[in-house]
């Protein structure tokens, strides 16, 4: 199975010289702001090639030079892989690819109440997630609050190894959890040599808003790109609480804060497989509440995709998720938007784009089911329009003439199935079929499809050996 | 050998495959026999009428209608079998008289009502009748009461179906109606209606016998109303 190849970057909300003028301004940010480091490891390296540190504040400032240089080793394009052949994704260039996102610490299930998430949600989320052809990762979507202190990590991701042969990334709080994580990881892979070649695990560390990295996630960050596995160093800047008002300042923020991601993977191990991430949002400044689904997310997270093009590194954007607390309208436009302006911006690695509501924090199997339609439109968009001498049609148009109709034509049938894109919650009857079946709304048959998808029979990625084997190695795995 | 040509002529109902210059749903059918051929053949194997009917075309047709369920078939993939298996009647024709089934069954007319120019509609619902076997008097669109009245008694009709799109031209239904009580024949003649503004309470209401949402519906009520033994 190949999965076909949808290439975005139709739509550009930056011009050349827009995208030079948010490079220099960033530049100014990284040299003359500088960022601040407290993980002496950091910047140790940092200061060995060539930044400017002030070990006392905890600052760095990183030179021109250092960072077209550490850009230039960052790979323009890399695989990711799945636990499946033909599961594999390739970052880079315009190639646009849709994923979940993380990590919601509540459930809407499907009796309609909210509830907190558990370990066993991320399992049934990954063999749902699986089901989802439009869906090309999973980015762990969930915190198992029935994990014991300490043990969230391993929790997190050993439900995604049993359950998804997509290629799985998620955040993660501790060393130690990292280390286990990869260790589990390259204990399914059969060696850590042979993850290291085909990974189907990666980690999203976090770079904090304003210019700033932690001592663990520092670490972390090292440690993951020590190991030479995909990593998005994600940083969330919020205008106007995090970051400028503006679009504009926020975009140089978080250009600031993605690049020193960057650099940092870059000088553990030239070549690591970063992605260029940003979780660029917006804050309601009547009433402080964090927004995850304005249209100027989507603005930005184009944007953000543009950036990434020029430095040719593959982008993590981070579109689709709603500030709705129901899969409602509000939901469906604000994911639908913000997906089409990244899919047509050419995002590479577009997380966060299913299954969320009220701004990541809760997970909704139905919105799954929509959001897989949002994308499927949004991909069937990049697809665009065939232009050949068949799909002209002339001689059927001819065959036809005027007066006549199409539908028995062998033409028709030819390319019925592929023109059109099919969704499969989207109600297109009759009135009276409609009634007929119920006057169903979209959230009640999304939650119909999701139901069904997750009561049938799925695929284990885990035989019960190594399940047994991991469960007895790690202390703390949740039953489920 | 009979129930391989059998086989086949199911085989080429499900891909809409008429003769051999088809190309059918799937890939490589192209120069191989479509179902007028494969009749041909079975009537010279003197494969028996009644088998061609029910295990072949009609069989056929039910399959069709499983896929087109199920989300498989689309309109034009039924349309391309329903063509098929109509071509095929024709076919056999000659035998059809010969055993004398048509006669007794009464035939559908279709017409699309006064005022109103809208045609796929009705053509679909043809197609679909012919398909399954019915024998269909098209009287095509804008066609008035009057009309309509004479051409069921000219022709013996035991099914009237009357097609309107427009919610003004929906008014000509009635006075179809109307028109037939006024010529004695609504005692023998049914009544069908269709069209995307009609429903059933619409149907009701002017006092059809049927409201059809779909050619797929109207099939299946010309069975109820027109019960044939033969060629189903």
């Given at each position: ?127 749902l997630?699986?089901?989802l ?232 199997p139905a919105k799954y089911v929509i959001d897989n339609d ?50 499969r919650v ?20 999304a939650?119909?499809i999701a139901?069904?998808l ?27 | ?232």
């Amino acid at each position: 199975m190949t999965k076909r190849i949808y290439h975005g970057g139709q739509y550009t909300v930056l011009s050349r010289k827009e995208i030079e003028n948010i490079h220099d301004a960033t530049m100014k940010v990284l040299e003359d702001v500088g960022f601040e480091i407290t993980y002496p490891p950091a910047l140790e390296l940092l200061e060995k090639n060539g930044a400017k540190v002030d070990t006392e504040q905890k600052k760095v400032y990183a030179p021109r030079e250092l960072i077209s240089k550490c850009i230039k080793q960052a790979p323009g394009e890399f695989t990711f892989y799945g636990r499946k052949e033909g599961q594999e994704i390739v970052l880079g260039g315009t190639r646009v690819q849709f994923g979940t996102g993380g990590t919601a610490l509540n459930v809407l299930g499907f009796d309609r109440k909210k509830r907190p998430s558990k370990a066993r949600d991320i399992a049934d989320i990954a063999a749902l997630v699986e089901k989802l052809e439009n869906l090309d990762f999973l980015v762990v979507p969930l915190y198992p609050n029935d994990a014991a202190k300490g043990k969230g990590d391993i929790n997190r991701f050993f439900p995604c190894f049993g359950h998804s042969s997509k290629p799985v990334m998620g955040g993660v709080y501790t060393l130690q959890g990292l280390r286990d994580i990869v260790d589990m990881a390259s204990f399914l892979a059969g060696g850590r040599d042979k993850l290291q070649r085909k990974p189907f695990v990666g980690f999203i560390t976090s770079i904090a808003s304003p210019l700033r990295i932690d001592d663990l996630y520092a670490q972390l960050l090292m440690e993951v790109a020590s190991m030479g596995l995909p990593l998005a160093t994600s940083a969330a800047p919020t205008a106007g609480a995090t970051a400028p008002i503006t679009l504009a300042g926020t975009l140089v923020q978080q250009n600031a804060e993605a690049l020193m991601g960057v650099v940092l993977t870059q000088l553990v191990n030239p070549g690591t497989p970063v992605l260029y991430s940003a979780v660029p949002s917006t804050m309601d400044l009547r009433t402080m509440s964090f927004l995850m689904g304005t249209i100027e997310s989507g603005l930005m997270n184009a944007a953000v995709s543009q950036m990434a093009h020029y430095y040719r590194i593959p982008s993590y954007l981070t579109v689709g998720t709603t500030d709705s607390k129901i899969p409602d309208a509000q939901a469906a436009y604000e994911s639908a938007t913000t997906c089409l302006m990244g899919a047509l911006a050419g995002g590479n690695f577009i997380h966060e784009a299913a299954g969320l509501l009220e701004g990541a924090m809760t997970a909704s199997p139905a919105k799954y089911v929509i959001d897989n339609d949002i994308i499927g439109s949004c991909m069937r968009a990049l697809r665009g329009v065939e232009i050949n001498e068949d799909t002209l049609a002339v001689d059927v148009i001819a065959r036809v003439g005027p007066g006549g109709h199409f539908l028995a034509e062998e033409h028709t049938v030819k390319y019925m199935r592929t023109e059109a894109f099919f969704p499969r919650v989207s109600d297109r009857r009759s009135y009276q079929a409609w009634q007929e079946a119920g006057s169903k709304d979209s959230w009640t048959k999304a939650e119909e499809i999701a139901s069904k998808l997750m009561e049938e029979e799925h695929e284990h990625f885990m035989d019960a050996g190594q399940e047994e084997e991991i469960r007895s190695k790690y202390e703390g795995l949740v039953q489920f | 050998m009979s129930a391989e040509i059998i086989d086949r002529i199911v085989e080429n109902v499900l891909q809409g495959r008429r003769d051999s210059e088809d190309e059918g749903v799937d890939e490589g059918y192209y120069g191989q026999p479509g179902v007028t051929e494969l009749v041909k053949e079975a009537l010279g194997k003197e494969v028996p009428l009644e088998k061609i009917l029910s295990d072949g075309l009609s069989r056929g047709m039910t399959m069709v209608g499983q896929k087109y369920e199920t989300g498989e078939y689309f309109i034009p993939d039924m349309l391309a079998a329903a063509e098929a298996v109509a071509a095929a009647m024709e076919v056999l024709e000659p035998q059809l008289l010969e055993s004398g089934r048509q006669e007794d069954r009464g035939k559908v007319l279709i017409a699309t009502v006064e005022k109103d120019q809208h045609d796929i509609g009705k053509n679909l619902v043809c197609i679909m009748l012919r398909g399954a076997g019915f024998s269909v008097v098209d009287l095509g669109i804008n066609v008035p009461a009057k009309r309509i009245a004479e051409a069921a008694a000219s022709e013996k009709a035991g099914l009237v179906g009357l097609s309107a799109l427009l919610d003004t031209t929906m008014p000509y239904m009635r006075s179809t109606i109307e028109e037939l009580e006024k010529s004695n024949l609504r005692d023998r003649v049914k009544v069908m209606i269709g069209g995307a503004p009609t429903s059933d309470s619409f149907a009701r209401e002017i006092g059809a016998d049927a409201h059809g949402k779909d050619a797929f519906a109207a099939v299946k009520i010309a069975e109820k109303f027109l019960p044939g033994e033969g060629n189903r």
